[in-house]
């Protein structure tokens, strides 16, 4: 059977009779084949290849004018390495060239640059977070403002200065915080010793607090003491101590707006050496940034960051709320501070026009002639100047706003926003559509009970400096319009690391897509986050886009 399959299987592969006239023919030479011959070489396809190429390079060779001994004397190893040694040197030195550009390239700190009015920012692998900004730019950058060890102090006793001056800081709590940062800065610019400053009770707070009411006065001093000489009162042997900001001979009232370092040295050291006791009034921004000398800025975050601290029970009440907000949910969770710049006095001060009725509308331009007279004159041109504020993004967000640009960001509904806002005009109907797309919003007045707060109350800017902590140390901060309390909490998140977000709504364009009607809600997102990409307090020059208040990276921050 095996036998048969064998001859049946023989038969199928030779059906052909042709093929198998051919394979009869082939077996009877291999059998004719003396056993001692062998069988002759075939050889394999690249031995073809081979045999081409070798005629190639023959006719190529015979090609040339030079024969097969001037080709190797031409292309001897001694020229071979006379050519080949200036080749490498040249390659040796373009590398050391480039090396460092490369190296810097590699290890260069996350750092944006701004084009016209366009931020541009490294890109980064990682996915956007709604809490967090890009891991690189919290670590390319650290603070730097505080004293050096190897730094040698030069101050003269307190009474071999130049002499004395004192400041009256006006404004409310931040705009005198300001002021207190660069009244130190003066003293060191002509080495004279400085007064504590005076808190000037503000038209608008009605407060009237101390310095030592709100901030540490022993660690200010202290801390200060290898850069200034500060002392907490007048000098008892100066006669005129109740006439001192009164007394035209000595007050220095000509000092311009961010004037200079030199100005200072020419036209006020003069006078404090003549009179030994001067009073700096005005002295709102009365300080440049650029024109003033690099050690000079970083005294003055020195100042603000480590020198300026509230009191202890500030300071308690602060983590308390914190704690509180943090653990809303019953757990740990992150949390938003939202900065509402819509009080009566910001409405009106902005001349701009919201939706209200018409006896609202009648009140506010009523509370306007009365408070600025002179702006609002007979009124009849307010209308067309709103109208341009508003085109020009120069008017406060509303809180309905402020609550589609949040969503539109990608912010849930169940996010836990702590609210810092003085009483919101129009009060609850004002509030409406925030509160009800995002529900989870809180105040002090809320995470806190009467007796908590009935000690602080006493001074307004007590409760401002609760606010101010709170949102220093939330996730997210978010500005609604312009002000000394939203650019300090900015300049201060920025100086702890660049990790919290600070997100500064661009309300220019928004105020383009806000009022589009036509504009759909896929394409108005798509506007927000293209946006807001870059403005959430990333890494990037002070100069001269910011003052060192709002981002103290060029003169107070250093590279990791």
């Known amino acids: 059977m095996a036998e048969l399959r064998h001859q049946s299987s023989t038969v199928r592969s030779s059906s052909s009779p042709m093929k198998r006239d051919e394979d009869a023919a082939a077996k009877a030479r291999e059998e004719d084949r003396p056993e001692d011959e062998a069988e002759p070489y075939r050889p394999h396809r690249h031995y073809h290849i081979r045999e081409r190429t070798r005629s190639f390079v023959s006719r190529l060779r015979s090609s040339l004018p030079y024969g097969r001994d001037q080709l190797s004397r031409f292309y001897s190893p001694e020229l071979f390495v006379k050519l080949f040694f200036p080749v490498a040197v040249v390659f040796v030195f373009l590398a050391f060239i480039s090396a460092p550009i490369l190296w810097n390239r590699l290890t260069a700190p996350y750092l944006c640059t701004r084009e016209d009015i366009v931020l541009r920012c490294p890109s980064v692998k990682e996915p956007p977070s709604l809490w967090e900004n890009p891991h690189s730019a919290t670590t390319s950058w650290k603070p730097c403002a505080e004293r050096r060890p190897d730094e040698v102090s030069f101050l003269p006793p307190e009474n071999e200065t130049t002499g004395y001056i004192l400041v009256q800081a006006e404004g409310g709590l931040n705009q005198q915080r300001i002021a207190i940062c660069n009244a130190v800065a003066v003293a060191k610019i002509m080495n004279a010793t400085l007064i504590l400053p005076l808190l ?12 030592e009411d709100i ?15 500060i002392v907490r009162d007048i000098p008892d042997w100066f006669p005129e101590r109740a006439e001192l900001f009164t007394s035209i001979r000595r007050t220095v009232k000509n000092i311009p707006k961010y004037a200079s370092a030199q100005f200072y040295i020419d036209n006020v050291l003069p006078r404090i050496k003549e009179k030994k006791i001067m009073a700096l009034k005005p002295f709102v921004d009365r300080l440049g940034y650029e024109n003033v000398p690099p050690e000079i800025n970083r005294l003055r975050c020195r100042v603000n960051y480590h020198a300026l601290k509230f009191l202890p029970d500030i300071e308690e009440m602060a983590e308390k709320i914190y704690v509180r907000m943090r653990n809303r949910t019953g757990s740990p969770s992150p949390y938003m501070a939202l900065h509402l710049r819509f009080e ?7 001349f701009c026009d919201f939706v209200g009725t018409r006896e609202e509308k009648a009140m506010m331009a009523a509370y306007r002639k009365k408070e600025w007279p002179r702006r609002y004159k007979d009124g009849s041109h307010l209308w067309q100047t709103a109208l341009e504020k508003r085109k020009e993004g120069r008017c406060p967000l509303e809180p309905g706003e402020v609550a589609v640009i949040l969503r539109a960001m990608g912010y849930p509904k169940e996010t836990q926003i702590y609210v810092a806002s003085g009483q919101v005009y129009g009060g609850l109907n004002r509030m409406a559509p925030l509160r009800n797309m995002f529900p989870n919003l809180v105040t002090k007045e809320d995470l806190t009970s009467k007796d908590e707060l009935e000690g602080l109350k006493k001074h307004v800017t007590s409760l401002a400096a609760l606010d101010f902590l709170v949102c220093l140390k939330a996730d997210v901060f978010v500005m609604t319009h312009g002000g000394n309390f939203a650019k300090l909490i900015m300049g201060a998140r920025r100086y702890k690391g660049h990790r919290l977000k600070s997100i500064k709504p661009d309300k220019n364009i928004m105020a383009k897509s806000l009022g589009d009607p036509f504009l759909g809600w896929a394409n108005f997102v798509e506007d927000v986050l293209i946006a807001h990409e870059t403005k959430t307090g990333l890494p990037e020059p002070s100069f001269p886009q910011y003052d060192l208040y709002e981002n103290p990276l060029t003169p107070c921050m250093c590279r990791t």
């Open 200 to 211: 000037k009770q503000d038209q608008i707070w009605k407060d009237q607090t101390k310095f």
């Open 215 to 229: 901030f540490d006065v022993n660690h200010f001093i202290e801390y200060l003491k290898d850069d200034v000489q």
């Open 344 to 350: 009566k006095g910001m409405v009106g001060l902005s």
